[in-house]
């Protein structure tokens, strides 16, 4: 199961957005602004959000991941919804700024820390955005470390978003176990050194990069699981 | 029309993709062996295409972008057509190798020749594959540059790519028109320093990056108007 087995796992960082935080419930509050068209909605925005945060990262244009996120609805509804009214957007901007948990995420989190592993944030998002997140969705004082893009004004994949991981939790980063939703960020990390767990919800097909996450699973208990069998 | 008016126009850059080259006989192809689904595998395909070089480019992992097609491409069909037998993707990537040019496009480019300026593709392709598509599509000998991922190893949106204009055309960025149908390529290149001039062939909004190209067109046909009331 794991490509890397002689490194223990001292600290395990996490994904925000899709990985701890269900941006599900804007598909919903999507399809009732905007029927027929909630979900193409919903995943073009969240296609655009990303996009923007990678074209951003690779030409030195940092902007605070809220406002890429505003933009990002703004293109998705002149392609989709032109007709929209200006009220909807604040609506599903709101909607973003109070994400709920995946269900089995906070007792998962719980159960790591109970390993006596210390937990960290590692996310595009800026540091009120995640800040308010953390709160709505019930998380406070679970994790150590809220590692923002803010602090190094780049994104993913860049390597110094991901330095932050290894110098905030001071193990090695080979040491630290990454998990997110994201194929794409599973697989940088993994460029990057750490060890890789991709949460696929949703039975995606694993991206061809030449390289595979060390674990993949379904749902984030599976994490605790993966971690009690390698703790150091 | 121009925000950059004080600069002549004393060359030309275009992208190759969706730009010179028509993708649209892929999207045929793909109907035929994928009845019902060619359009969305096509437009994964190219998707990905795009995702994939713009992660190798963020993360220092460079490999010609034929392969990279062919990945991406791999992708699409475990997503949406895994039944698909392994003669199919030789089909897909045979018919990608010998696209044809837009057919206003030569005419453009011969036009743009007649005017004095120097023409050249700067380009995600590696050298082989853009030779290849610059003979199939009848442009020999029109270009007086082909500009390669290959000899930077990396990808758009990186400088050290957009580098290549300028250092080979032997004029300053801001003098050269950048021509592309790939909204976000046409405003890298404004971030970079090229004038540009974004091919809107489908009426797509403007990405929303804070950036607009210099102008807009539907036709290679325009940019020879473009340029000819911007000659030195």
């Known amino acids: 199961m794991s490509k890397n087995s002689d490194h223990p796992i001292r600290a395990v960082a996490f ?16 399809e009732q602004i905007c029927p027929g068209r909630g979900e193409a909605l919903s995943m073009l925005w969240r296609q655009k959000q990303i996009e923007y945060s990678w074209l951003r990262a690779m030409s030195g244009r940092y902007k605070p991941f809220w406002e890429i996120t505003r933009d990002a609805l703004r293109f998705a509804v002149a392609r989709l919804a032109p007709e929209l009214a200006p009220a909807a957007e604040a609506r ?33 998002g800026n540091r009120e955005m995640i800040e308010v997140s953390v709160r709505s969705s019930g998380m406070e004082g679970l994790f150590a470390h809220l590692l923002s893009s803010e602090s190094v004004q780049t994104f993913k994949t860049r ?30 990390a993994t460029w990057y050194g750490y060890r890789s767990f991709w949460i696929n919800r949703t039975g995606a097909p694993l991206e061809v990069l030449d390289t595979a996450p ?10 605790v699981s993966y971690a009690r069998e390698r703790l150091a």
Request: net charge negative; hydrophobic share 50%; charged share 10%.
């Open 92 to 124: 599903l901007m709101n909607q973003y700024a109070s994400l709920s948990a995946f269900p089995e995420n906070i007792g998962a989190l719980r159960e790591l820390r109970a390993l006596g592993l210390p937990l960290a944030i590692l996310t595009n």
């Open 159 to 188: 390597d110094a978003i991901y330095d932050l991981g290894p110098q905030a939790l001071g193990v090695p980063v080979s040491d630290i176990l990454f998990v997110s939703s994201n194929c794409w960020d599973a697989i940088a």
């Open 15 to 30: 994904d925000a957005y899709g990985t701890l935080f269900d941006v599900h419930s804007v598909m919903s509050l999507a």
């Open 214 to 223: 060390h674990a993949t699973g379904s749902l984030l208990t599976e994490v």
